[in-house]
């Protein structure tokens, strides 16, 4: 995607091995085509994108389905980086310890989706406010269209390199300002590695200690509630889960 500023200058060098440039390059240049859906096996529903990395180029199921997955987290790192810049603070380690808990649980919840690519969502988030990522078929994707293909140099955004190959510097500077806050914040929340967190109540502790006579639905939500408060409280103890779920099911059943 020209001018889609998910480049490496925005991370430090040596931070991205080959494998996750290839994803994360691959992801930014189909984002435009992340609302897009084509008929797959059995004519169901298939993303555009997971279609032609394994169709058309003949690339890995992994490289289409890490596409796919990248283009639902980026958006969701985008929400929850609006979230900690609306809130007050001199900096982001400072708006980060002061986010509630369900905006710990957020970003915890998108972590953990990408495990140890975590921070490729939050690298391609910001890319989410590029003209050139606008998604296609939207009024957006139509107006960007326009705009890339001036008649002359005349009218090209400042900052902007001839040929539109190279993001403006206020794109850039976004970039970097999104993924530090991001950054930042699961530093703050103490999220960094919560996709390796083993479970502080497995199964049969939730159910014994909810005295349920067998696995099932409620089960499922009550270990949900579990890891929920694992997120929002990394410190916490086993005893302060248990008590937190036991009040948790208290009021679920009332």
């Known amino acids: 995607m020209h001018g889609a500023p998910g480049r490496k200058d925005l991370v430090p060098a040596g931070q991205l091995d080959k494998e996750e ?17 084509v008929p797959g096996p059995k004519n169901k529903p298939t993303p555009a994108s997971a279609a032609i990395v394994r169709e058309s180029i003949k690339w890995r199921t992994k490289d ?7 283009h639902e987290t980026a958006q ?5 980086h609006q979230q900690v810049a609306a809130m007050d603070g001199s900096d982001a380690t400072v708006r980060a310890q002061n986010a509630p808990e369900g ?27 590029t003209p050139q990522a606008a998604a296609v078929g939207t009024e957006e994707a139509t107006t960007a269209a326009t705009a890339s293909v001036p008649s002359s140099g005349a009218g090209r955004r400042e900052g902007t390199a001839a040929g539109g190959d190279e993001p403006a510097a206020e794109e850039v500077v976004r970039c970097k300002e999104v993924y ?14 919560c ?20 696995p099932g639905p409620e ?30 099911w208290r009021k679920h059943k009332a």
């Open 219 to 248: 089960l499922g939500k009550a270990m949900g509630e579990a890891l929920n408060w694992q997120l929002a409280h990394p410190s916490g103890s086993v005893e302060e889960c248990q008590q937190h779920v036991k009040e948790w």
């Open 64 to 70: 289409a389905d890490m596409s796919v997955l990248l």
């Open 76 to 80: 969701q790192f985008l929400d929850i």
């Open 180 to 193: 530090g806050t991001l950054k930042a914040a699961a530093n703050a929340f103490g999220l960094e590695e």
């Open 103 to 129: 905006l710990r649980v957020q970003l915890g919840m998108v972590i953990r989706k990408l495990k140890q690519h975590w921070h490729l969502g939050a690298l391609l988030a910001p890319v989410l406010l």
């Open 21 to 37: 440039s290839r994803f994360l390059l691959l992801a930014a240049l189909l984002l435009p085509l992340r609302n897009c859906v």
């Open 195 to 214: 996709w390796q967190w083993k479970p502080l109540l497995d199964g049969k502790q939730v159910q014994a200690l909810l005295e349920l006579q067998k």
